[in-house]
């Protein structure tokens, strides 16, 4: 049981927030709506009977108020809301119910918490996925300027697409349909421009990964096949504290093993849960791929990525990258799918990952 006086659960949305507040000896219910400004909830917080303890579902209105509550001295949580235990007959949802629903969980000590990041973290994260969010637009944008073409009956069999030499095909493209030149060529400019704004977050992100708290992470997570600077540092902005996790435990965080349901002599597994950190997960997807090719030495490419790491690392690199592709190996000669054992390679290779992540350089 917990030890505060009074469990607080907000339901805290971007224009409004709701509270209630549980007195845990007399047994007392407030309820209280109130903005979203983190000195109105504060005023009203430091109005009940301490010691106050409160939390609230992390969600899009982000780490802000949580912040703002800590620094003032009252004890805050931020709530899971995939571990949030529901009763499977509730079928009324409201903000004052979620608010009520939350005060009686952390009186009952029943809250899992998220790890809050650092203001510096957050900020490292919405550059990373900013990155993400340019690499989507950019391959949508590449796929409807292609598919324009394919309408036309236009297809590049130079090599390699969206290269400098497919650059310079696509530039030579012209319509005698005077639409159809506007509409190629709005088209072309979104795609030459979302490509500017990825390489210009490469840019960034390369910069940052070379001189910032996360560079010792980024260059021993280097030693694995697949892991670039740019996912390294994606990983280390991501996963934050990878102390808090271990070798088997981060690929369930980050839903790489299979869902489960057993009773009594019956045991089913499906596909993987898919939960926690989508873009982490992504990642490592598709790092996974990099390791079912052979492997003895590492290429000119990773060997400068190995000249930045400690002698330690890379030893455990190498014999990281050997396990990989032997495991790929071994799917093979059974015959897996390989997109399901690409998955199986995925949750190992986040158990390298860890390794290295937490590895003393000295």
Not at 64 to 71: D, F, H, I, M
């Amino acid at each position: 049981m917990s030890i505060e006086r009074t469990s607080v659960g907000l339901d805290v949305h971007a224009l409004s927030v709701v509270a209630c507040a549980i007195d845990n000896e007399t047994g007392q219910l407030k309820r209280q709506r109130l903005c979203p400004d983190p000195g109105q909830i504060l005023a009203w917080l430091t109005g009940l009977a301490g010691p106050v303890r409160v939390v609230y579902e992390a969600g899009p209105t982000g780490f802000g108020l949580y912040r703002a509550l800590t620094a003032a001295g009252i004890d805050t949580i931020v709530a899971a809301p995939s571990k949030l235990q529901r009763p499977a007959g509730d079928r009324i949802k409201t903000d004052a119910r979620d608010a009520l629903h939350l005060a009686r969980l952390l009186r009952l000590g029943e809250i899992v918490a998220v790890a809050v990041p650092t203001v510096a973290q957050e900020a490292a994260r919405d550059l990373v996925r900013a990155r993400e969010d340019a690499r989507g637009d950019l391959m949508r944008a590449r796929h409807r300027l292609s598919k324009l073409l394919l309408r036309q009956g236009i297809v590049y069999s130079g090599g390699s697409a969206w290269t400098g030499t497919h650059d310079l095909w696509l530039r030579g493209q012209r319509f005698d349909q005077a639409a159809l030149q506007t509409a190629f060529d709005t088209d072309y400019e979104a795609m030459t421009l979302t490509k500017t704004r990825r390489d210009r977050l490469d840019a960034a992100i390369t910069a940052m990964a070379a001189d910032s708290d996360y560079t010792p992470v980024v260059r021993r997570l280097g030693c694995l096949r697949g892991i670039s600077t740019l996912t390294g540092f994606a990983l280390a902005v991501e996963i934050g504290n990878w102390d808090r996790f271990t070798g088997k435990t981060i690929g369930a965080y980050l839903g790489l093993v299979p869902t489960e349901y057993s009773s009594g002599a019956t045991r089913t597994q499906g596909s993987i849960t898919k939960t926690g950190n989508t873009h982490a997960r992504r990642l490592l997807v598709e790092a996974a791929w990099h390791h079912r090719r052979s492997y003895r030495n590492p290429t000119a490419t990773m060997g400068a990525r190995w000249a930045l790491a400690p002698a330690v690392a890379r030893v455990r690199g190498h014999a990281g990258n050997h396990r990989l592709h032997h495991r790929w190996e071994q799917f093979t000669a059974h015959h897996k799918r390989p997109v399901i054992a690409n998955v199986a390679v995925a949750r190992e290779l986040a158990g390298w990952c860890w390794s290295l992540a937490i590895l003393d350089d000295g």
